[in-house]
Nanobody, 126 residues
């Protein structure tokens, strides 16, 4: 059974880069069947899809976040990472990693997949 676990700092200063890692166990992120997603949920708001990376290392991002987002894989450690540059307080949220597949590569809501990390609260504040 696959397990996903987010890790990273819980406090980021404005203008710094927010960096998170999702460690995957029980499945190889090199698989050509799965897609590895990042989402977030700001306080009092719904889930927002950030982007994903697939087995070709091509990443796809939510245009609403502009060019601040980068998602990459580390197959040697079976991890994938999120970097969000120029963080602002509006980036404060619970961040989740989730697994999509070839039928539903983009995970936008809870019902899209059963494979989620538990989430990590990140606050952007000075």
């Amino acid at each position: 059974q696959v397990r996903l676990q987010e890790s990273g700092p819980d406090l980021v200063k404005p203008s710094q880069t927010l960096s998170l890692t999702c460690t995957v166990s029980g499945e190889s992120i090199a698989s050509n069947y799965y897609y590895w997603n990042w989402l977030r949920q700001p306080p009092g708001k719904g889930l927002e899809w950030i982007g994903l990376v697939g087995y070709t290392d091509n990443a796809v991002y939510n245009p609403a976040l502009g060019s601040r987002t980068s998602i990459s894989r580390d197959t040697s450690n079976n991890q994938f990472t999120l970097q969000l540059t120029a963080a602002t307080p509006e980036d404060t949220a619970v961040y989740y990693c989730a697994r999509g597949n070839v039928l539903t590569p983009i995970v936008r809501k809870r019902n899209d997949t059963g494979d989620w990390g538990q989430g990590i609260q990140v606050t952007v504040a000075s």
